[in-house]
């Protein structure tokens, strides 16, 4: 066996005396963006004399199954092409998705004052679906200067040696995590809400506008934020009927939330009129640009892009959630979800 490393006089007799998890939120959705905090603290003496921990032995802390001490949990903000554990990753930073509907803590809370001289520390917990298989107890493990290793199931580990008991550590099974499974909403829960925007001022051009159509998402009543949106494909045309001289169409495009560029589905045809802009960005919803027209016939576009667009969504809560946006038969510019 190796020989343990020489450890420096002053940082020799460095020893964790106390350490404490909290968990703020006890469930998370399995979408791999929301997170729950956790706030662990760690009280260090050297020499009998309670000290703070330096940077490197900050940098050493990791999140652990408190079942299974030596499986830690991996740190994205270290490597984000680490593998999961068992469908979970922890971070260093709030990504800013709201927490579980289902929990108290609806806000970015703070880390709460430290009543002793350890160190207080800020942790965060994702999940993705292969972490339905089972609640996660939380435990952490940190190394100091020193290269001991303690581990809040209750051991501790000198260089070069087998774990052995150590007390005033072990911070307990109860502080576990749930994953569950991301809400899908039906397609009832999502709104369009169509504005006016830039229209034709006499009678040649009264079908030439671009409108605003947002799309949003209430559930149970409760409106829920959209953080992003994409559209499969980019935007489709429709004609009101299959006259071949028809040239009044609608097409759309599409904006996320909060941006203005524009996206579109260059399969499109467009017309000669200017294509729509957004000179205001959108927040919390996705925006369809509704764009009539009077100057593309039918006739001259062999099989354009009619069929109804898939829209994805991620919400406020880091889920996934999907539905398709198509032109109501017989009608030249009502859009419908479905």
Same mark, same amino acid.
């Given at each position: /066996?190796?020989?343990?490393?020489?450890?420096?006089?002053?940082? =020799?007799?460095? %020893?964790?005396?106390?350490? +404490?998890?909290?968990? @703020?939120?006890?469930?998370?959705?399995?979408?791999? $963006?929301?997170? !729950?905090?956790?706030?662990?603290? %760690?009280?260090?003496? +050297?020499?009998? %004399?309670?000290?703070?921990?330096?940077?490197?032995?900050?940098?050493?802390?990791?999140?652990?199954?408190?079942?299974?001490?030596? @499986?830690?949990?991996?740190?994205?903000?270290?490597?984000?092409?680490?593998?999961?554990?068992? *469908?979970?990753?922890?971070?260093?930073?709030?990504?800013?998705?709201?927490?579980?509907?289902?929990?108290?803590?609806?806000?970015?809370?703070?880390?709460?004052?430290?009543?002793?001289?350890?160190?207080?520390?800020?942790?965060?917990?994702?999940?993705?679906?292969?972490?339905?298989?089972? $609640?996660?107890?939380?435990?952490?493990? !940190?190394? *100091?200067?020193?290269?001991?290793?303690? +581990?809040?199931?209750?051991?501790?580990?000198?260089?070069?040696?087998?774990?052995?008991?150590?007390?005033?550590?072990?911070?307990?099974?109860?502080?576990?995590?749930? =994953?569950?499974?991301?809400?899908?909403?039906?397609?009832?829960?999502?709104?369009?809400?169509?504005?006016?925007?830039?229209?034709?001022?006499?009678?040649?051009?009264?079908?030439?506008?671009?409108?605003?159509?947002?799309?949003?998402?209430?559930?149970?009543?409760?409106?829920? *934020?959209? +953080?992003? /949106?994409?559209?499969?494909? @980019?935007? /489709?045309?429709?004609?009101?009927?299959?006259?071949?001289? =028809?040239?009044?169409?609608?097409?759309?495009?599409?904006?996320?939330?909060?941006?203005?560029?524009?996206?579109?589905?260059?399969?499109?045809?467009?017309?000669?009129?200017?294509?729509?802009?957004?000179?205001?960005? !959108?927040?919390?919803? *996705? !925006?369809?640009?509704?764009?009539?027209?009077?100057?593309?016939?039918?006739?001259?576009?062999?099989?354009?892009?009619?069929?109804?667009?898939?829209?994805?969504?991620?919400?406020?809560?880091?889920?996934?959630?999907?539905? $398709?946006?198509?032109?109501?038969?017989?009608? $030249?510019? %009502?859009?419908?979800?479905?």
């Amino acid at each position: /066996m190796d020989h343990p490393p020489t450890i420096p006089q002053d940082i =020799a007799d460095w %020893v964790v005396k106390r350490t +404490r998890v909290d968990v @703020e939120q006890a469930v998370l959705y399995a979408n791999g $963006r929301q997170q !729950v905090k956790i706030i662990v603290y %760690v009280e260090a003496e +050297r020499d009998g %004399v309670t000290v703070k921990l330096t940077q490197s032995e900050k940098d050493s802390i990791r999140l652990i199954d408190y079942r299974h001490g030596d @499986e830690q949990i991996p740190l994205e903000d270290t490597d984000e092409s680490l593998a999961s554990y068992q *469908g979970w990753s922890s971070q260093r930073n709030f990504r800013g998705y709201l927490y579980h509907p289902g929990t108290q803590t609806s806000e970015h809370s703070t880390t709460p004052t430290p009543d002793v001289g350890g160190d207080y520390l800020e942790f965060y917990l994702s999940a993705t679906p292969e972490a339905l298989s089972g $609640r996660l107890t939380i435990g952490f493990v !940190v190394t *100091g200067d020193n290269k001991w290793t303690y +581990r809040t199931d209750g051991w501790a580990i000198a260089p070069g040696k087998d774990p052995a008991p150590a007390t005033g550590i072990d911070t307990g099974d109860d502080k576990k995590v749930t =994953a569950e499974r991301p809400p899908d909403y039906p397609a009832s829960d999502f709104r369009l809400e169509r504005r006016s925007g830039t229209h034709g001022g006499d009678a040649p051009s009264a079908g030439i506008f671009n409108d605003i159509v947002t799309v949003s998402i209430v559930h149970n009543g409760q409106p829920i *934020g959209v +953080r992003e /949106m994409s559209c499969e494909p @980019e935007g /489709m045309i429709h004609w009101k009927d299959d006259d071949y001289d =028809a040239q009044d169409p609608c097409y759309t495009c599409y904006a996320q939330p909060g941006e203005t560029k524009i996206h579109r589905n260059c399969e499109v045809p467009t017309g000669n009129q200017p294509l729509p802009k957004l000179d205001h960005p !959108v927040e919390g919803k *996705g !925006v369809i640009l509704l764009c009539g027209r009077v100057d593309i016939r039918r006739g001259d576009h062999r099989d354009p892009p009619t069929a109804p667009i898939v829209v994805s969504l991620i919400d406020d809560y880091g889920s996934t959630q999907q539905c $398709r946006l198509g032109f109501v038969h017989e009608e $030249r510019d %009502v859009l419908e979800v479905s």
